[in-house]
Structures are given as C-alpha cells and as structure tokens.
T-cell receptor, first 113, second 114 residues
Framework: EDQVTQSPEALRLQEGESSSLNCSYT??????LFWYRQDPGKGPEFLFT???AGEEKEKERLKATLTKKESFLHITAPKPEDSATYLC??????????????FGKGTKLSVKP | EPEVTQTPSHQVTQMGQEVILRCVPI?????FYWYRQILGQKVEFLVS????????KSEIFDDQFSVERPDGSNFTLKIRSTKLEDSAMYFC????????????FGSGTRLTVV
C-alpha cells in the first residue's frame, strides 16, 4: 500500500534556527513527490515537485531533496512567516492514474521571533 | 496570480440533506480534483475529472457523491443525504497536466453536518 509518513509532527524553532523536515514514503513506482505549505483554514499551496533520487529544488529559505526512500525539506534561517504546516505528497506510477496525491499528515512548524 | 475559487467558504447542513459544493478552476486547466480533510487528519483524495468524465476515484467516493462540470467554468461536488462523518474541509484543485504534474488548490469549503 502506498504510504507517506512525515516527521516530526510538530517543530518549534527560534527565528534563524535552521532545521529539516522528513518525509518517508513507500510507493509502487514514484511519479513525483510534492511539497505543499498549508496555512490554517486554507488550501495547500504548492512549493516543489521532485521526480528522481538526487534531485534538489530551492525557493528562498526552503530546499527540498529526494532519495529513493525519503525527502527532506530544509529550512535555512527561518522567519516567523514560515510558520505553517508543511505537507508531503506522492503520486504513484499507476496505469490510468490522473495524478491523485497521497498525503502525509504534515509537520506543523512554528517559528518564534 | 490565477486561483481556484470555492464557494461557499462554510456550509452548515442537517444530516440527510443534500449539499452542492462549487468550484471555479483556473481557466486553462484541464484536470480537476476534489479532496477532503477531516479535522486533524490527512488530506484525502476523492475524485479526479478529465475530459468531462471521472478518471479516477477513491473508496471514499461512493454512490453518495457525484461531480459535474455543468458549464465551461464551474466544477461541483454533490453529496446526497449527508452524514455526520461527512463533516470536513473539502478542497477543489485544478491542473494543466495529469499524472506527474502538481496542481493548484482552492481555499476550501468547510462542511459541517449537524
């Protein structure tokens, strides 16, 4: 069964304190791994797509990496506005699939000034 | 920046009633999705829609649910005879490609069944 597990469930950082969020996955053929940011009461906001092991993507203070079993979202020198829940999701290679996403439960990040 | 628009933002309905959740996807997108998120739980896939038909659906999407694209702009999710356990945030999403592509989510409709 395709599955996504994120850790930790919650992470509290001081402003400027860098850290990493983990997403481990089991999937029958990976089509793509996606990172989203979700603010309270809002829909997921797209951040990155990664397709193959070794791939990296960066956006401002965020950097996503991918291996064959997991992905990391590295946050460098975070600011309070980075506080949100970060969701990881995978798409499986499946005949007829139109790209449905399998989500993890997310990591709730709080950055204190 | 183009966005996916969902209405209403919050709907309260009595158990057993029918509800229709509405979405206006981004205009040049071809793939449409509904997801739901029960409070404190994962975002879960319900259904994908392409070329005016359902292309994939999850076990959650049973006969109680239906989707429609009644015109060139709207995409609706109908829930017949709502149950208490249907209370959740429902997200619509749209994208330019299918498998392998990311897509844009709306802000959601919070459905409360009482």
């Amino acid at each position: 069964e395709d599955q996504v597990t994120q850790s930790p469930e919650a992470l509290r950082l001081q402003e400027g304190e860098s850290s990493s969020l983990n997403c481990s996955y089991t999937v029958s053929g990976l089509r793509g791994l996606f990172w989203y940011r979700q603010d309270p009461g809002k829909g997921p906001e797209f951040l990155f797509t990664l397709y193959s092991a070794g791939e990296e993507k960066e956006k401002e203070r965020l950097k996503a990496t991918l291996t064959k079993k997991e992905s990391f979202l590295h946050i460098t020198a975070p600011k309070p506005e980075d506080s949100a829940t970060y969701l990881c999701a995978v798409q499986a290679m499946r005949r007829g699939s139109q790209g449905n996403l399998i989500f993890g439960k997310g990591t709730k990040l709080s950055v204190k000034p | 920046e183009p966005e996916v628009t969902q209405t209403p933002s919050h709907q309260v309905t009595q158990m057993g009633q029918e509800v229709i959740l509405r979405c206006v996807p981004i205009s040049n997108h071809l793939y449409f999705y509904w997801y739901r998120q029960i409070l404190g739980q994962k975002v879960e896939f319900l259904v994908s829609f392409y070329n005016n038909e359902i292309s994939e659906k999850s076990e959650i999407f049973d006969d109680q649910f239906s989707v429609e694209r009644p015109d060139g702009s709207n995409f609706t999710l109908k829930i017949r005879s709502t149950k208490l356990e249907d209370s959740a945030m429902y997200f619509c999403a749209s994208g330019t490609g299918g498998s392998g592509y990311g897509y844009t989510f709306g802000s959601g409709t919070r459905l409360t069944v009482v």
